[in-house]
């Protein structure tokens, strides 16, 4: 179906559906992020992701300057929908879940992702410095603000250090992700976060 263009006069062919350059970046980014399930950072070319994504390497250029931002772009993509600290009920509530969202993505297949981008970032200074600015420090705001939302309601002591908090429920997934390689499964993360709750109440006398 065609249009008349208002300002030109000029007629114009309605798309249908998604814009084909929408698609292409898409396609871009599920392409990169099934590298990320198969192979190591380092063997990753930008030319296997774009032939196959069914683009040139031109087209990936256009919107990523390195293999390491498309890679972390793809990553956000797909945890964007998968890891989210959510806005309904109190803020313990919504961090227990947060948590229990990290170990079911640790746990499930993309957990590969998770433990090859980490183990990348120690020997790729680009790929670390653009994990800090984009993957990092965007959750490090948010999750301070959900602990000091957390110390307001008396849910844990005003002397709660926001990241050593979370670090302290994390690390034991991680060591089960990256050392020892057993699974993560709910009642073990509960038992986390139960336990440096807790403990972070009692080191400051609270009840």
Known sequence: MRHQNPG???DLK?????????TSRLSILDAAYSFLESMPVSSISTLQIARKAGVSTATVYRWWTTKEELLLDAF??????EIVLGTEGSPLERIKEYVLQVGRFFTGENGIVVARLLTAIQDNPILHREFLKRVYSPRDKEFRAIVSEAIKKQQLP?????IAFLETIIRPLLTRLLIRHERINE????SVFERVVAGTNASSGSV
Do not use: M, Q, Y
Request: hydrophobic share 20%; net charge positive.
């Open 8 to 10: 030109t006069g000029v």
């Open 76 to 81: 956000l993509h797909k945890t964007g929908r």
């Open 158 to 162: 005003p002397d709660t250090d926001p």
């Open 187 to 190: 009642s073990f993360v509960i």
């Open 14 to 22: 309605r798309s249908a559906g998604r814009p084909r350059s929408e």
